[in-house]
């Protein structure tokens, strides 16, 4: 039963960064490095795979990965 809520926790947060990414466009985009894999998480899920194929690795600082997206317009 618990195993079936983070499921459902996981599923609704990937669908909020999808929609942040789509909606707001963001310049840059910071992954944590820490304890987690969230790239590998991220690229898991195909929507969310190809929203990030729009970044490209700019720098890594201490245990952050960070994003830069690819086309910007101002």
Do not use: C
């Not at 790239?39 to 795979?49: E, F, G, T």
């Not at 890594?60 to 997206?69: A, E, F, P, S």
Request: proline share 3%.
């Amino acid at each position: 039963m618990q195993h079936a809520r983070y499921d459902e926790l996981e599923a609704y947060d990937r669908n909020l960064l999808i929609e942040d990414i789509r909606r707001g466009k963001p310049d840059i985009i910071l992954v944590e490095q820490v304890g987690f894999d969230w790239m590998k998480w991220a690229m898991s899920d195909a929507v969310l795979k190809r929203e990030l194929e729009n970044y490209f690795p700019l720098a890594q600082m201490h245990r952050t990965l960070i994003l830069r997206r690819k086309s910007v317009t101002n």
